[in-house]
């Protein structure tokens, strides 16, 4: 593991534009600040940011082919075509496969859908499901969260006599021309929806699937004559995928996360309402209920079982039934949990006793871990090392895995590299999928390293703080204040203050695990102290503790209670309620030990 660089974001400190800011948008300069940190430098992106709503988002018109697309649903949906929506088992692909199976059956569409098995079909299309797809008597396809690098499937779809309407978000690949130039290749779709199309004049380019997949049905209800309004209630569901894919939250993707969480707080849902219940969500549903308590049960049911039980849940027009099928997803998820530990623990074990922490990409081959997890893994493994990685594990056919990446290299460029060994492969900057023949594996790793342009300081954790924020001028108003900026996720992350030299006059271990930190610190300049809590901090506070003051230091600081040392922190703060009673308290992100000895 590496240790971290801390570093203060310059935006922020720019005095005439944060007072520009705070004047033409009515806010306090904290808040000025923090959105200058964000890349929102003038008023009108700032108005946006903090007030826009579904009013704003864009005409789904301006995408390419969306027009071609939407007239030829309508056709088919008149004619009464066969329809089949093409999913994909993860949070985005059940959640797009929702918003178009329940928008396209309200225009009275005949429509199925079809969400691959991991195991057994794969990520993507598949040729033999397209061929029992035509028996079945498909006659229309179209693709969502998926199909972007379908070329012979969407081609023997064609060939079968189907049409296919793709819509997508992946990155579109790059193949070699008759000069050797890198160039941008799309499948021969009747209809192909990604604004990462070069050509395509949609302006925003980050929506996840689920955000297309609505784009979309939008379009077709306005076809229809059905209300806008109508179609908004859909983001309750595009919430959730657009959290969990993680994509950045900014521009659209902020107002549809925003207008989601709302009806998700007033949802009349069978399946959500069920799922929120069975998770003991009874505070007001936030971005992190999102990303970490129902998505994570989502995805489960694509990892374990099948991801047709998520879609199920969420199409429930019964309660009892949402409850059953609530309480499989969460159960489901637990066992998910478990496996991951075990699996993370011994790809960990693996690492080390092979040496792998010493590439600048880790490629790890072990036909043991559970493939539906195997991103999570590669994601653990990434974060422990803060290495690119990729973690493969025996598929049906041939090895198959998930890759992770790091800031500063792009993971879907550099496999692109590497396609002559690989069988298939798709995905992002930040995370992809492959699978590659087994005796290929090692030079995979091997071509992987020698193309790798990171820099030992490449490899050094990065953590921005977004103000030096002393202890004593923290507020209720300010901490309410940070609110507003809400939801944070990847693109708006949560602001990050930070504090040098706070001296911590105690310390406690936490939890039935006794894994969380407390720290009681002393307020600079009064006789009043605060709470500072590290969850799940309390072993790499050990370590590091132990490093510096010696076992015997820390032993009689725990048993006491009682110590005297500084500390920096970076932290979010937040307001305690207990018993009728606030209080300021720090949630501690990062910590470092000041060079110092006890007093």
């Not at 929702?98 to 969400?115: D, E, M, P, S, T």
Request: proline share 3%; charged share 30%; aromatic share 8%.
């Amino acid at each position: 593991m590496n240790k971290e660089n801390w570093f203060l974001r310059r935006e922020g400190t720019d005095k005439e534009a944060v007072e520009e800011l705070s004047r033409g948008l009515s806010v306090d300069p904290f808040i000025s600040k923090l959105l200058l940190n964000r890349g929102i430098n003038n008023v009108e992106e700032g108005r946006q940011f903090l007030f826009g709503d579904v009013n704003d988002l864009l005409d789904p018109y301006e995408m390419k082919d969306m027009r071609k697309a939407v007239e030829k649903m309508k056709e088919a949906i008149i004619s009464e075509r066969n329809i089949m929506i093409y999913g994909d088992y993860d949070c985005d692909g059940v959640i797009s496969t929702v918003i178009l199976n329940k928008g396209l059956k309200r225009v009275g569409a005949k429509v199925r859908y079809h969400i691959p098995h991991r195991e057994a079909e794969g990520y993507g299309m598949n040729s033999k499901r397209v061929e029992i797809l035509k028996s079945e008597g498909t006659e229309l396809i179209i693709t969502c969260d998926n199909g972007i690098a379908a070329f012979e499937e969407i081609d023997l779809a064609n060939e079968l006599g189907m049409e296919v309407i793709l819509t997508d978000h992946h990155d579109i690949q790059l193949v070699d021309d008759e000069n050797g130039n890198k160039i941008p290749k799309v499948p021969n779709a009747y209809a192909v929806i990604n604004p990462k199309q070069e050509d395509c004049n949609y302006s925003f380019k980050s929506l996840c699937g689920a955000g297309i997949a609505l784009k979309f049905i939008i379009a077709l209800y306005k076809e229809f004559g059905v209300s806008y309004e109508e179609a908004v209630k859909l983001m309750e569901f595009c919430a959730i995928a657009t959290v969990c894919d993680v994509v950045d939250l900014k521009e659209e993707n902020r107002i549809i996360v925003k207008k989601g969480l709302e009806l998700l707080n007033n949802s009349r849902n069978f399946g959500i309402n069920a799922l929120k219940k069975q998770c003991n969500i009874t505070d007001d549903v936030s971005a992190y209920h999102l990303g970490f308590v129902i998505g994570p049960c989502i995805n489960a049911t694509g990892r374990l079982e099948t991801a047709n039980l998520s879609v199920e849940l969420l199409m429930a027009n019964d309660a009892i039934e949402a409850e059953r099928l609530a309480k499989e997803l969460y159960e489901l998820n637990e066992r998910r949990k478990e496996l991951t530990q075990e699996n993370v623990e011994e790809v960990l074990e693996q690492v080390r006793k092979e040496g792998l922490y010493n590439d600048k990409v880790i490629v790890v081959y072990n036909p043991n871990i559970h493939e539906s997890i195997a991103g999570i893994v590669a994601g653990r493994i990434k974060e422990y090392y803060n290495l690119p990685t990729i973690v493969l594990t025996k598929g049906k056919d041939m090895p198959k895995g998930s890759a992770r990446s790091i800031e500063g290299y792009d993971m879907f460029k550099e496999l692109s590299k590497c396609k002559n060994i690989l069988s298939k492969f798709g995905g992002h900057p930040m995370a992809a999928g492959l699978s590659l023949e087994e005796d290929n594996i090692v030079k995979l790793r091997e071509l992987l390293n020698e193309f790798c342009e990171l820099k030992e300081e490449d490899f050094v954790p990065k953590v921005r703080i977004d103000v030096a924020q002393p202890v004593n001028t923290l507020s209720e108003g300010l901490i309410n204040n940070i609110s507003i900026l809400e939801p944070f996720g990847k693109g708006n992350a949560t602001p990050l203050l930070a504090v040098k030299s706070l001296n911590v006059c105690n310390i406690y271990e936490m939890g039935k695990e006794r894994n969380h930190l407390k720290l009681i610190c002393k307020i600079p300049n009064s006789f009043k102290k605060i709470n500072a809590i590290g969850f799940n901090m309390m072993e790499k506070f050990r370590e590091e503790y132990i490093e510096i003051f010696g076992e015997h230091s820390l032993e009689n600081a725990l048993a006491t209670g009682y110590c005297n040392f500084n500390i920096d922190l970076i932290y979010k703060p937040s307001i305690n309620e207990f018993r009728g009673e606030k209080n300021i308290q720090l949630e501690i992100k990062h910590f470092r030990f000041k060079e110092n000895k006890e007093c």
